[in-house]
């Protein structure tokens, strides 16, 4: 069983940043692969990015990529989105997921436990 918390969202200016933080309980999260995805109101929920067990490999949805930053540290069972160059587009609830397995994968069915969310909004 892995249970997460997501923390770190709030309300912020175009151009600006935010890191959200996904804290972990339970053994196995250091085994399995990690991920975030978002879901924006009236749409579906979206892979935003992916990471390895050792970190090494990361995979990022082409909305977000060279903006936002996928990262973790075992040690702290935590798993982090460095969100930079915020748009109004990026606005949604975003979610921490942990993978069933060891591999990297962007599908929400190979993901079998979630985060409550935390609201972003990016919004002058």
């Known amino acids: 069983q892995v249970q997460l918390v997501e923390s770190g969202g709030g309300l912020v200016q175009p151009g600006g940043s935010l890191r959200l933080s996904c804290a972990a309980s339970?053994?196995?999260?250091?085994?399995?692969?990690m991920g975030w995805f978002r879901q924006a109101p009236g749409k579906e929920r979206e892979f935003v990015a992916c990471i390895s067990v050792r970190g090494d490999t990361t995979v990022s949805a082409d909305s977000v990529k060279g903006r936002f930053t996928i990262s973790r540290d075992n040690a702290k069972n935590t798993v982090y989105l460095q969100m930079n160059s915020l748009k109004p587009e990026d606005t949604a609830v975003y979610y921490c997921?942990?993978?069933?397995?060891?591999?990297?994968?962007?599908?929400?069915?190979?993901?079998?436990?979630w985060g409550q969310g935390t609201q972003v909004t990016v919004s002058s």
């Open positions: 339970g053994r196995t999260f250091s085994s399995v692969a």
């Open positions: 997921a942990a993978a069933s397995s060891y591999l990297v994968t962007t599908t929400p069915t190979n993901y079998n436990y």
